[in-house]
């Protein structure tokens, strides 16, 4: 072996390869693969995604997942490319074709947890095998030490479709031998045996065996000799590690001696068949099944009825969906696993940045996100300098003098953080969120807060329920804690208790004290999660456990305080006042406290509240807060200089695949806050109308008025464009039926996932199909559609304003697959639904002539086709233009809207407080966004746009007097844009920025 010294590389080559190698998107599409959606159907819409002015695809997760995944979340492999999406062949092509056209490929990685799967997750069928002894017991955040003594040494497996005694009594659990493993199957699917219990099986009718074959038959002296190895094994919860590995070594050569003897020896293999069948009963005969019971008693996992889960599971789950079990990415064996394949591609170029889901799933977020771009930088320069590792001293001192320079953040990383309220992202080494702030601030710009309490006294009237949001948000919090949930608290009530019987002033808190405080400390979190690691405390994360304390001191007077000042202990650990042992302790009950608290909100505040509380639920989005209704143009200019001081290149979403609704289905719905009066009284009608369609369920009219307030306003959202017929088209039907099943089991009021009323979910789906399709469907849609259609233009013009909000605005646009034309779906799974790709790339070379640089038109000549797709907007080709228009003009100008400033415009005159401007600037590049807001009131007619002097009057935009120009070019209609000078800067009239089209981007004219 050579000693020579590894040769230094050539680091000012390497600087540069990883400034070349770290790309920035301009602008991202999602793109939702699946079987129906492969590599191969990515490849082919790339051309137009260019044309689109795209410049990175962003992709949903590529590697192997469950079989028919539609959305790639249940990964069951990190190290192969999902096979059902065309595997890697495929996928080089497609890699290829990005490269060709000069994009980058955004990868969505999972870092949180992978599917449970049992056949093909190798890591999960392996604990499976071994348990504790497994080499990948660490990679799963698995309790081998739970409260219940029947669990210790094993894993809850809650996936029985009913109680585990029937389920084993009907024969529905069978033995079964292949490939020289012996696996008990359950409804398709095979989980393994701890080898040591093969021999139970397997020795049974021995003696026939030995009678028949003769003691010195060679097939029956291996058999024997296979037998006496696996007796031989190590217990799975043996834990000296010389004995985990002779176990693992071991087990696996009995089991390839036993799969070449079973296809060598016939009469072996028959034995193997029959005292499987001799262990697998008989139904109708219970003490038949005996056997099969006692040896799932000892294997290394528990077998359940599914509904067990909420009490008992013992594994950290994604949210309470127990087919997806929580990964300690923590550990460093299993971070390198997880990311090979990944950093694989990351150093070959091939994948240029990584959204990473769930980043509030991880025990340390922060230092996960550090230990991936140190991988980054290792795969890049790996890439860029082959066998000449960078030295680490000069790494340190590349990121003392850029911090944010590829030495720091070699790749492009954004991550999955929902911010509530005010929050800000810790200092991360990450770009930024992947936009639900930013959807966020629109919503609220487009939402009238001068209506909250008329929009709000509407919703009372009608449903009569008259409860503030917070209390629903706490009711529901807490429904979460005794449900779905109720085990991962357990776990944490019984660490605090371990916890407080190390301490003398806190031992006499009993477990139930405890666990009711800590419940309603966590019910109480104002955020998502704090971020308390080894590194220490934050002044945020004090401030929002202080508040969760104070919160729920408030409601709960009755209970002892003191209980409340431990729990505040041990949440915010003060290292100068503990020994170490007892500040570690600590520590680690906080990290995992932190791994519960955003699973809570999720389920209590998104999946559960957004469905009860239905006053606007346009404000019921990912990230959003319905108390918050509405905001100013300030406030949006304020959100927005933030942005592009802290993370100017941050994804910024409109629509993504967890969105409760499409992009323009919401902004439609704002409308309904600038028209309290008009909706109350349509709603009424409606509702008198629609008397007949109710049912009654448990003596109560069934849908409730509450869930029946939300069916309209659903409706409202997702009637097609252009639809003036009072016929509801055929999809539509089913698409709001499967909606409001969804959404009332959300709720968990009169059904739920867990416990469904099929008397109430019946009830629903018959008020929507009799509503819509029904003898009185013609009289109420004939009263529905008018209101809807002045509702449904006013929401085009607001769709329109917040797509060039997001392509001017700091940040990195992003677009959810399709919605480059009208995007009113309803919740997941209907907006996954298939994209026509083909229609759009027709309409888009339809466009071309009008987006052309090169071969620019007459501005008269453009204004007027402009003209016309407003007013045909139905068809999409508007929206559609408005998007390309604006991407090729980020296109052209890259550092402009990357690197520029962000400069707020006062906008003035009698309209001044219905339109928003801002400016991006770069030197003397100048591009103003104008676009209108609150805009049911600036139509003389349904139909009319806000365009032209006759809304804006003298309203102005006030430009800084920085910005010299004296004229400036309309990328929409090509328009000359006049400024005025004045003395305290020039200004431009919306009456010439909003002439024609009403939503403009200007751009400085050259001379």
Not at 27 to 56: C, W
Not at 525 to 540: E, K
Not at 548 to 562: K, L, P
Not at 659 to 685: C, I, M, N, Y
Request: with cysteine.
């Amino acid at each position: 072996m050579s000693t020579e010294p590894t040769a230094a590389p050539d680091l000012a080559a390497l600087r540069d390869a990883l400034h070349r190698g770290r790309r920035v998107p301009t602008a991202t599409y999602r793109l939702q693969l699946q079987s129906a959606f492969t590599f191969e159907d990515a490849r082919a819409v790339v051309a137009y995604l260019a044309r689109l002015g795209i410049s990175d695809a962003y992709a949903s997760p590529l590697f192997r997942a469950k079989p028919g995944s539609t959305h790639g979340y249940d990964v069951c492999d990190f190290g192969q490319l999902n096979p059902e999406l065309g595997g890697e062949p495929a996928f080089t092509a497609l890699a290829a074709e990005l490269a060709a056209g000069g994009m980058g490929l955004v990868v969505d990685f999972v870092p949180n947890h992978m599917a449970v799967e049992p056949v093909l997750n190798p890591w999960w069928r392996d604990v499976l095998e071994h348990g504790p002894a497994s080499a990948h017991a660490r990679f799963f955040d698995i309790d081998w030490s739970p409260e219940k003594p029947e669990l210790r040494g094993k894993v809850l497996l809650p996936f029985l479709g009913d109680h585990y005694g029937r389920v084993l009594e009907r024969g529905e659990l069978a033995l079964e031998f292949h490939g020289g493993e012996l696996a008990v199957v359950y409804a398709g699917l095979s989980r393994p045996l701890d080898p040591k219990c093969y021999p139970a099986v397997l020795r049974r009718g021995l003696d026939a065996l030995r009678a028949e074959a003769g003691e010195a038959d060679l097939h029956l002296q291996e058999f024997l000799s296979i037998l006496t190895a696996l007796d031989n094994l190590p217990a799975a919860t043996d834990p000296a590690p010389e004995r985990v590995a002779e176990r693992l070594r071991e087990s696996r050569f009995a089991k390839e001696r036993l799969a070449r003897l079973a296809d060598a020896a016939p009469r072996v293999r028959q034995h193997i068949d029959d005292a499987l069948a001799a262990v697998n009963g008989t139904p109708d005969r219970p003490d038949s099944f005996d056997a099969l019971h006692a040896l799932l008693e000892v294997q290394s996992y528990r077998l359940s009825y599914w509904k067990t889960a909420a009490h008992e599971i013992n594994y950290r789950r994604f949210f309470d969906i127990n087919q997806l079990a929580g990964l300690r990415v923590e550990e460093p064996a299993a971070f390198a696993a997880m990311h090979a394949l990944v950093l694989q591609l990351v150093g070959a170029g091939t994948v240029t940045g990584l959204r990473l889901d769930h980043i509030d799933g991880l025990f340390d977020p922060a230092g996960y996100l550090a230990r991936l771009q140190d991988a980054a930088f290792d795969a890049r320069a790996a890439a860029a300098a082959p066998g000449h590792p960078a030295p680490a001293v000069w790494r340190a001192a590349e990121r003392e003098r850029d911090p944010d320079g590829p030495a720091a953040r070699p790749l492009y990383v954004v991550v999955e953080k929902i911010l509530s309220g005010g929050e800000a992202l810790p200092n991360w080494p990450a770009e930024g969120t992947t936009g639900y702030d930013f959807l966020n601030d629109v919503s609220r710009l487009q939402v009238n807060p001068r209506n909250a309490r008329a929009v709000r006294q509407v919703y009372v009237r009608f449903t009569e329920r008259p409860d503030p949001f917070a209390d629903v948000v706490y009711d529901c919090k807490k429904l979460i804690t005794w449900t779905s949930l109720a085990a991962e608290l357990n776990v944490l009530a019984h660490a605090l208790d371990r916890l407080s019987e190390g301490d003398r002033r806190a031992r006499d808190f009993t477990l139930d004290g405890l666990r009711e405080a800590l419940r309603e400390v966590a019910v109480c979190f104002p955020v998502y999660r704090t971020y308390v690691d080894a590194a220490g405390t934050s002044d945020t994360d004090r401030q929002v456990i202080d508040q969760a304390i104070r919160r729920a001191r408030q409601r709960n007077r009755a209970t002892e305080e003191s209980v409340f000042d431990f729990v505040r202990g041990a949440l915010l650990p003060d290292r100068a006042a503990l020994s170490e042992e007892a500040y570690r302790a600590r520590l680690g009950f906080a990290m995992k406290f932190q791994q519960y608290t955003g699973p809570l909100q999720a389920k209590g505040l998104e999946d559960t509240a957004f469905y009860r509380y239905n006053v606007l639920v346009s404000l019921n989005e990912v990230g959003g807060d319905p108390q918050r209704f509405g905001g100013t143009v300030a406030q949006f200019h304020q959100a927005n200089q933030a942005r592009c001081e802290r993370a100017p290149r941050a994804m910024l979403a409109t629509a993504t695949h967890d969105t409760k609704r499409g992009e323009d289905a919401r902004a439609r719905l704002h409308v309904l806050s600038e028209v309290p009066g008009a909706w109350g009284r349509r709603v009424e009608r409606w509702a008198a109308i629609n008397t007949d369609c109710r049912t009654t369920v448990d003596a109560a009219p069934a849908p409730d008025r509450n869930d029946e307030y939300l069916f309209y306003q659903a409706l409202v959202g997702s009637w097609p464009a252009g639809l003036t017929e009072p016929v509801a088209p055929p999809e539509l039907v089913p698409r709001l039926k499967d909606y409001m099943a969804k959404a009332t089991r959300e709720a968990k009021v009169h059904t739920s996932w867990i416990t469904a009323n099929e008397g109430y979910d019946q009830a629903v789906a018959r008020f929507v199909e009799e509503a819509l399709t029904g003898p009185r469907a013609r009289e109420f849609l004939t009263r529905f559609v008018p209101f809807q259609r002045r509702v449904a233009h006013a929401g085009m013009i607001n769709s329109l304003a917040q797509l060039v909000l997001k392509v001017a605005s700091p940040g990195v646009p992003d677009f959810y697959q399709g919605t480059e034309l009208w995007d009113l779906s309803l919740v997941d799974p209907d907006n996954r639904r298939p994209v026509d790709y083909g229609h759009r790339a027709a309409a888009l070379a339809e466009l071309e002539p009008c987006l052309d640089d090169r071969a620019p038109k007459p501005p008269a000549e453009q204004a007027a086709a402009v003209a016309d797709w407003l007013a045909n907007w139905p068809d999409g080709r508007i929206k559609l233009f408005v998007t390309a228009c604006g991407l090729r003009l980020r296109r052209s100008a890259p550092d402009l809207f990357l690197n520029g400033a962000y400069v707020p415009l006062a906008v003035e005159g009698e309209r001044a407080d219905h339109a928003v401007a801002f400016a991006r600037r770069l030197g003397d590049e100048w591009v103003v966004a104008v676009v209108p807001r609150l805009v049911a009131p600036l139509s003389a007619s349904k139909s009319a746009l806000p365009v032209g002097a006759a809304v804006w009057g003298d309203t102005v935009v006030r430009l800084p007097p920085e910005c010299t120009a004296s004229a400036f070019r309309n990328a929409f209609t090509r328009e000359a844009v006049p400024a005025t000078p004045g003395a305290e800067g020039a200004t431009v009239r919306l009456a010439d920025a909003l002439g024609v089209c009403p939503v403009a981007l200007l751009r400085v004219e050259r001379p």
